[in-house]
């Protein structure tokens, strides 16, 4: 059942990769001079057989016995994602609800028997892709309301099924994880270029329930617009949409299942749209004095119809944090790529764009801006390794106590002005409330729309391990609250998971959830599917569990939300 | 409560406004000669008092008496859509299911009103935007299982609420028509861009529900796009989803709203993303020795990542037709637009791919291909003042007996060369056998993606004003089995209603159908808004009823989707 190599329970990736031992030290030297402290320690990974693991409540059947696991390793790997509080948790030694069973499907019809035996014995289902999830969306944490839990794990339904190159399309299973996926489609010439930040380890179909943020900056900013059908296993079967390059019958079934988290059934395999390999390319990157000159500068870029493939501003600190520059000027990554033509053109309208806008243009090493490939060269290139390492640095802090989380949005442009203020304000604040201290925070626009950019923030405090994750519980619903107030969503690509629940309370409408839970009793009767995340099933309540359980709740529904204030938004 | 001037109850556009009575000898002398007989002639459009309607079956409480109306010109014109079978019922002045009052709401609050009447009265609610359906989405025809029927006219809840220019979005009521739209963003330098067909008389809040298919010929082809936040009113409440640029929290709630044809509730309000005013244009057309080398040309274009605006492909006998060219080579109109940018990098790019496909470019009237409105010169603006005018020739042939309509569809480019032989072969034999003589078919592309064309078929078969209605139906369902089952969509932008439902039936997952329907079933208990379209809903079973009713039909449930013949859809 194991991959080769193994996954790391506990931490990024798998087992024997990350920081190395040098890497970690001064990673934790380096942070613990940013809070004036001498030194950071914490306890090390938990070995498996530390980890005091309840027994299995439930058995698989004698007929689906060989798909099912209740090894503790893969138990322990199954228990949580790769949030901040799962890191904590992991390294106390806290598995209070590990999954009774892991079960690993061969085949869609392994899917559609396992579902049958959940049902059957009252037990919950939690799809699981590459389990990379930052807000509490795979774990089974599901309250005493079942008899048990099942971690379905798509790992084994990989690969590239199809590819239809005349229409620059591929039928992909739903456990196929990004290496793999590129690497099938590569000898076909042809790419998805969907590159979030869990890329390495997270799966086609994890994007596409959680509505994944990739590669493109501007245009084709999440998983939803490669997504040209799918097909899902449900309690009560098996769909399948039909691909179409575009319709007009009816409101989307593709959309309905996009984003659903699980709730509504396991997307099992997907015809996605393909991109021809980029063989032109243009980089560039400008200084800004300040985070608004650099905004003024991609609402301009952003609503002038030339849709780079990056157009990342960073805010001075988070420059300066990531070596991409000296912490005084905001920086902004810009580039362009075509498989079709070069893009010379696009890339000169952009620097007078930026020029316009007060922005000081800085040409790749290379000197003209245009050659080479913009993600790996100068400033960009500083920037994506650093990137890219993010996630193992999670497991080195958390064990000493250090809180470090991140927490995005999308907002208008009317509003962001308001809402970077406010959170760099109130948040600032919080932090230090919290920990006691000051902590750090910073912003970046992942992506950018012409109607307003996604600000994707940074934080970090120093608490202690043992208090942690209650610190942790509250900066986040701080967080949760404070950017739904200020007119941004709760998320704009991490999903919503648990951990974002009290936003998205407040933020969608409540008769959308109504139509949304009854569309779910309709595909899953029983609520057996994913519960806890998203939303309240009809007919099985479920206790608060999970990463937020005990979080310093407001409740959402009791107070007017504070965006009117703001004017227009009602809900 | 009519507004000024009064709109045809028996056609398209304004009382006094259409084609002279010389336009239409000629247009009328020329489809004789098509059809190869002397001469063509039918009755003249019904005098009001000449069409009999029964009496209003329900009547409004006192309180909404001022809104309501049941004078015969009014119910009459809200007794049909536009299209070919309404315009036959009209000329037969057959209207046995006229609506027994007309609301026409002033603000929000009327509607919530209506709707509680309604809902109390055990009545339907038909919201109606603009009446331009063609796929039988607007008329009272729900059977016996309703008291009465209400036609919500929202023509009163018109105008744009509010802009932001800084995010280059509108608040609009939904009921504001296309020219009224435009002019009132004109004062902002703004513009929708969104340019369907039925552009002066139709609605923001009809093209929402009926994802209507706009100017846009790549990108943003639909008003999907364009649609920033929504409000609708339910009879169960009201709900506004929440501006914003971009989200990853949950299903989209408005990809929901989006297509759902009054299903699910009466649109009130949308804010949209808006275009700067385009200052930089190029134009070209360009012919092709037959219509798949076109199509090739065309692929090449959509995957090229330029997005032309308008990339319209004109098959040999559809641009003679409309006096675009002679007939014996298919045209592609080519346009570019940016209100940033001179466009010339990206149209001489798409000379070059033109060109590589066998394509002669022929430049416009200026000459150098890159001047004045592509819209409005040369070979390109002969097809639009044609598609411009096309809606005003029903009225004058469908009177005669002449069956004219279109079918649209997308289809993935792997199988568009099946899908259109088999189209063109199979439809042109039953306009034969349903007719007894040859009809005449044609096809252009009104949409193109990277991943496959959307095809629109215009047809014409020469019946008798007393036969045609069910000569359409023969013909149209048979349109309707065979662009499913060669793989396409049964619509690209007319939206199902009741005319498309025998190929919606067959085209989407079952399980989708029963989740829509139990939304439709938590915002709207008593199925009353807009019952036929769409699904069956939950609790109010349905008489057959409607422009469908009568139809030669074959159980698509019945038999399996031909589809799978042809490799990879299962639904």
Redesign the interface.
């Known amino acids: 059942m194991n991959t080769t190599p193994r996954r790391k329970f506990w931490g990024w990736g798998f087992e024997g990769q990350g920081l190395d031992e040098d890497e970690a030290q001064r990673l934790r030297e380096r942070v613990a001079r940013g809070f004036g402290v001498d030194e950071l320690s914490g306890p090390p990974p938990p070995p498996i057989d530390e980890v005091p693991l309840r027994s299995p409540r439930i058995q698989p059947p004698p007929s689906l016995a060989h798909l099912c696991t209740a090894d503790p390793y893969e138990r322990l790997l199954h228990s949580y994602g790769r949030s901040f509080a799962d890191a904590v948790r992991i390294f106390r030694r806290d598995f209070p609800e590990p999954p009774d069973q892991v079960a690993y499907p061969k085949t869609e019809d392994d899917v559609t028997s396992l579902l049958s035996w959940i049902d059957g014995a009252g037990a919950a289902a939690i799809p699981f892709g590459g389990g990379s999830s930052v807000c509490g969306g795979v774990e089974p944490a599901v309250g005493d309301n079942y008899r048990g839990t099942v971690s379905l794990d798509l790992a084994a339904l990989t690969g590239v099924v ?1 590819v ?1 190159a ?4 591929a ?1 992909i299973r739903a456990g196929t994880r990004g290496p793999v996926l590129e690497a099938e489609l590569k000898s076909h010439g042809l790419t998805l270029r969907h590159f979030p930040q869990s890329f390495e380890h997270s799966t086609l179909g994890g994007w596409i329930a ?4 990739g590669h493109f900056a501007s245009l084709f ?2 998983i ?1 617009d490669f997504v ?1 059908s799918l097909r899902v296993v ?1 309690p ?18 593709d ?7 699980g709730i ?1 059934g396991v997307i099992t395999q997907a015809w996605v ?1 393909l991109q ?1 390999v980029p063989k032109f390319r243009a980089s560039a990157a400008a200084l800004f004095s300040d985070f608004f000159a650099g905004s003024e500068a991609v ?1 301009a870029l952003s ?5 780079p493939s990056n157009c990342r501003l960073i805010d001075a600190r988070e420059a300066a944090v990531s070596g991409a520059a000296d912490g005084s000027h905001a920086l902004l990554v810009l580039g362009f790529e ?4 070069p893009v010379e ?1 696009w890339m000169a ?1 952009a620097l007078e764009l930026v020029a316009d806008a007060g922005g000081e243009v800085q040409l790749p090493e290379g000197g003209d801006g245009h050659a080479g490939d913009p993600h790996r060269t100068g400033a960009a290139g500083e920037w994506r390794r650093a990137f890219l390492r993010a996630p193992y640095a999670r497991e080195v802090l958390a064990p000493t106590g250090v809180i470090g989380d991140t927490f995005e949005t ?5 509003r962001f002005h308001d809402l970077y203020e406010g959170v760099m304000a109130r948040m600032g604040e919080v932090i230090r409330e919290v920990t006691g201290k000051p902590g750090h925070l910073s912003c970046r626009f992942t ?1 950018v ?6 600000p994707y923030f940074t934080f970090q405090g120093l608490g202690t391990l043992a208090g942690a994750l209650e610190q942790w519980r509250e900066i986040k619903e701080e967080a949760n609250q404070l950017v739904v107030a200020l ?10 998971g648990r951990d ?1 629940r009290s936003g ?1 309370r407040r ?6 959830a ?10 899953d009767p029983n609520a057996i599917l994913n519960p806890g995340v ?2 309240d099933p009809i007919g099985r309540p479920l206790g608060v569990t999970g990463a937020m359980k005990g979080a310093v709740s407001r409740d959402p529904e009791s107070e007017p939300p504070r965006v009117d204030e703001l004017g ?4």
């Open positions: 199809e239809d005349t229409s620059r399309a039928s959680t509505r994944s943020g900013t999440h939803d040209e449900t009560r079967g098996t769909l399948e949409s039909r691909r179409l390059p575009g319709s007009g019958a009816g409101p989307s079934p959309r309905l299942f996009i984003g659903s988290e509504l749209r021809s609402r609503q002038a119809g030339l849709y075509s498989g079709d033509h053109p309208r999308a907002v208008t442009w009317d992506h729309y012409p109607d307003g950019p996604a007119g941004g969503t709760v998320t704009h690509h991490h999903a919503v974002h998205y933020q969608r409408p409540a008769l959308f109504d139509a949304l839970a009854a569309a779910k009793h309709a595909l998203l939303i227009g938004v009602r809900q």
